[in-house]
């Protein structure tokens, strides 16, 4: 499932574009553009690492001064991290350059990278090829934007979902990017998601966070986290529904479509994992707090050994047991249960199985590990991907 | 290095011998003895893992009641972890007919298993051997012991150290095993350590415990956490120097002695680590405590991007600054200086060099990545190793 629609994805109001700018040897796409038309509330959220790369420094800076803004500008080839001041003044001087080209002011341009660490940004070839990304804007060049923004990604990432405000349907779509340095909050994932219908910045901002929790910050590839993950969100009211306020009953139905592009969102970054040949849930039930589940369930995404196992295909369910064990929560080694898919492989703590496991039980390219620690009812569920050598060779030699 | 000495290691009043009992379908010796011809006082450190193995609750009770012993059996090809009540049965069943072939109290043998978790040992095959064993033990038989403890491991490590009190020179020597499910404390490594040096019950805990948290607790290998993981150590005071007390000058001769048998051990495992083409030491100064320091060592020792792209013999410093930005500590940014071997990588949080790198800097068996902080003055180091594709083909398919 490269993405849910077959026909092309448009949203009201939002026009995309995606050129090659030669930041990358390849040739490919490198440079992404959104635009709204009308003038849209933006929400982000960005990496936690204390580290920041400087798109994200001025895109923080430009949402707690205004929070308003009508474009993004996305370059994938290099990262604006680590770039000291002449970084900081790159990224600025990209957006500025965007927003003299579609004739808008600069604090409304939002700038976004994502590709090598420390390297400065080849702003030069940006600049030049800024205009010709502005005359190829188009209401159906999603998928190019999409497509711009990869780095070691295997397909686009794009998911849209509709929802009806009584008489008036709205759109939310969202692109992102992922593979490699994806954890534990955010890593370098970038993820942009537009929507015609009108939200206050408060509901904005919250039903955003609800969706993020839930889906980028619950998505394990490998243990690094990135300086520049982003997730911004533009809403440009162009339904011109009554603008949805926090904790209302349309709020509810926007948190809940918001987080279904989310967690599908996440979903394909999980099964794009670098190098990955399986997407993994990992639902640990039965504890006594969401955060004890959640901290079981990424200790075993985060688990070297249970990841290379599954992409071994083997049922090595001690390395689960071990993980558990190493979790920091407290439990019960004589009630815990592990499930993979319906297979019971653990009760009470001691293998459940005698006979040989059934050959297709790990085959399949989507695996859930169910483990119930048997000691509450609460619940948490971790994406990741399993552990292969081509991750090892991707990231052996990624520097260009 | 694989030993410190050419010649045979022995140790005053310490036989050890290793056999095959038919655990590991390869044939390989499977099965180590250690004996003391007296009794000698006996202390360890284990895994923290919640879920401990069989045979370690059984040491772990041995060293609370009595702290005494004469034995040490270990088998290799299979944990005896997640087994249950047999498992328990099955560890002292080891120590039990141990004993009587060597004719003394089974309370006096200690017991230790590495290897496949969650299934039952194969107690009969086990019974059987040990006599066998016990015939073969000999005051030169370290190495074999050494061998029959490997799991995944390459070579044996073995390391001994003498120290002189007065006219007597006394030995310490160990032997360990590692190479994956190593860190962040003590994963499937099992270390034990013989003296005939006389030490005091508290003396000797507090030195074991001072030369494990610098050597074995700074050990990374993968992110994962053994259920095994047992550092043993006897001395039997053969030498018959006055019993060593704490915090005297002789503690801190012996305690340094100790340390320096561990980190040595410690090193070799690191090398060693699963399919490890390099020795990775990572030093971090100018931290503002030592509990700083050891956060951002361990951080960049346990980040996969860092280690793949040391495999790679790329020099991707951006990794290594986004894993100091995420490891918790309290950073400056533009304070950071990085340097890899003697080559100045990062000045002042930027990149310092814009020539080629010499194309041997990365080419190397040994790779020390020095961080300075410019925050203070306090420092820690961490040993770990580079990631490959080797590591994954071991770890997708270690069932055996």
Known sequence: MKSTNKTTITVPGFKFSAISAGIKKSGLKDLALIFSEDKAIVKGVFTS???????????????????????????????????GLRGLKD?????????????????????????????????QKIKKAIPDAVKKLSSRGIKNAASAIM???????????????????????GIAKGAGMISPHMATMLCFIVTDISVTPGALDSALRQAVNKSFNR????????????????????????????????????????????????????????????????????????????????????????????????????????????????INEQKINIHINKLELVNKGI??????????????KEIAIIIDLGLGKKEARVLTCDLTEKYIRINACYMT
């Open 219 to 330: 998505l394990v590839i490998d243990n690094d986290m990135s300086t520049n993950d982003t997730v911004l969100i533009m809403a440009n009211g162009i339904l011109k529904n009554s603008p949805i306020k926090k904790n209302s009953l349309p709020y509810y139905k926007f948190e809940a479509a918001l987080s279904e592009v989310t967690y599908n969102l996440s979903k394909m970054i999980a099964r794009d994992g670098e190098g990955a040949t399986k997407l993994i849930e990992v639902i640990v039930k039965g504890a006594r707090t969401e955060s004890d589940a959640e901290k079981v369930a990424r200790t075993i995404a985060h688990s070297m050994l249970v990841k290379t196992a599954l992409y071994g295909q083997s049922p090595n369910w001690g390395r689960i047991m071990a993980a558990i064990g190493y979790s920091g929560v407290k």
């Open 49 to 83: 690492n204390k580290i920041k790369a400087a798109p994200v420094k001025v895109d923080i800076e430009r949402i707690r001064k205004r929070g308003k803004g009508q474009a993004i500008i996305i370059n994938s080839g290099n990262a604006n991290a680590c770039t």
């Open 91 to 123: 990224a600025k001087d990209m957006a500025i350059n965007t927003a003299k080209s579609l004739g808008i002011l600069a604090e409304l341009v939002y700038v976004s990278s994502t590709g090598l660490i420390g390297r400065p940004l080849p702003i």
């Open 151 to 173: 780095t070691t990604d295997t397909f686009e990432k794009i998911y849209s979902k509709k929802i009806r405000f009584g008489n008036k349907q709205g759109t939310i779509a």
């Open 351 to 364: 293998g459940a199985y005698t006979n040989r496991l059934p050959g297709n039980l790990l085959s399949k």
